[in-house]
């Protein structure tokens, strides 16, 4: 339910739900991390299986700014190994899904979204600001054991941990083809016990840091085998910077159609963009003891991986080359389906 004058909004609802959720919602998008599945067998992201109720609010005082609060108590679970049919490598093993610390979680969250973009698909100006800070608790979780060096075992009892996201991206235009647009992304552990499986992060892969493999940077510690390669990173903070230009480049592929006696563009390139593009970032566990970052301070920048690259923008396809910059890795081809943010 929602009522307002066209401008300002006030909402409500509630639902039901049991949904298989990412773990992460990076370095692809859904669709992108679909067809990457379907056509190559390449796996990018772990799931669980969510069941549960939630409630929510949110209220729009203005049209560029939302803010939400919801909360929400189900069961997340760990969902078994399955071998889904691949266009391509289909006789190749898939990676193992990890499992997560199943139990039920009772959830509060608020969210503020501001998005001032004079376009959603291809930004030329503006702002977009997301952040949500959610405060979980569970009294009958499951914990996994992990290596010490990640997790202290979690004893029985109430478990609680509180989570932040952000994401900030800024576009400007600075002549008619040239647009500068930048990104401050973080996610993970701000209060609270250690977080579970299920809401750890990790950097690596064509998203954020295209000039590393996918999972680079996961926090195991040497000598952990693990097939799945889950991310067990406590907080992970990323920076990104792409200069876009136009170019005249077109490709046009026509064919006619006999039965209505038109010409139609099936195929073609509305616009080619050159883009130029710099990205840091890092992924780490927070607390004290060896390895750690203190909870109130981020990696030295002289930690950070960084990596850049170039590539063509052809309006429905990226085709990107990175080198990683911080580490002797290999240079990277990176395709997108879609603006790389």
């Known amino acids: 339910w929602r009522v307002g004058n066209g401008r300002r909004w006030l909402g409500f609802g509630g639902r039901g739900y049991r949904q298989i ?24 992201r772990d799931h669980f299986e969510a069941r549960g ?30 071998d889904p049919v691949s266009l391509f490598r289909n006789q190749d093993a898939w990676r193992p899904n990890p499992l997560i610390d199943d139990g039920h979680f009772e959830s509060g969250r608020v969210s503020l979204q501001y998005d001032s973009r004079n376009e959603l698909r291809r930004p ?15 009294d009958d979780a499951s914990p996994l054991s992990l290596p010490a060096a990640v997790r202290d075992p979690i004893p029985p009892g ?17 002549n008619p083809t040239l647009v500068v647009s930048g990104r401050i992304t973080g996610a993970g552990w701000v209060s609270g016990d250690a977080l579970p499986v299920q809401r750890r992060v990790s950097l690596g892969g064509p998203g954020i840091l295209p000039g590393y493999g996918f999972r680079a940077f996961t926090c195991a510690p040497a ?3 693990d097939q799945s390669r889950a991310a067990l990173c406590d907080r992970m903070l990323a920076a990104q910077l792409e200069l876009r230009t136009a170019l005249p480049f077109s490709l046009p592929l026509r064919i006619r159609n006999s039965d209505l006696l038109t010409i139609q563009q099936i195929l073609g390139v509305e616009q080619a963009d050159l883009v130029l593009m710099a990205n840091a ?5 927070t607390g004290d003891g060896p390895g750690r970052v203190p909870n109130n301070r981020i990696p030295r920048f002289d930690e950070w991986a960084a990596d850049f690259g170039a590539g063509l923008d052809l309006g429905g396809i990226g085709l990107y080359l990175a080198k990683a910059i911080s580490d002797d890795e290999a240079i990277r ?4 389906l879609q603006r790389r943010f």
Do not use: H
């Not at 109430?158 to 600075?174: K, N, W």
């Not at 970032?281 to 566990?285: V, Y």
């Not at 081809?333 to 997108?336: A, E, G, I, M, Q």
């Open 223 to 225: 000598g952990f085998a």
């Open 281 to 285: 970032g890092k992924a780490w566990l």
């Open 333 to 336: 081809f990176v395709v997108r």
């Open 124 to 138: 030329t100006n503006g702002w977009l600001v997301q952040a949500a800070y959610e405060r979980s608790r569970s």
């Open 21 to 44: 959720n990412p773990i992460e919602e990076q370095p692809l998008t859904k669709g992108e991390a679909g067809w990457s599945a379907f056509l190559f067998q390449q796996d990018y």
């Open 53 to 82: 109720i939630e409630g929510y609010a949110y209220v729009e005082p203005i049209p560029t700014l939302r803010l939400g609060v919801s909360v929400r108590r189900d069961l997340e679970r760990s969902v078994p190994a399955s």
């Open 158 to 174: 109430p478990y609680r941990f509180g989570t932040l996201m952000f994401d900030v991206r800024r576009y400007a235009r600075f």
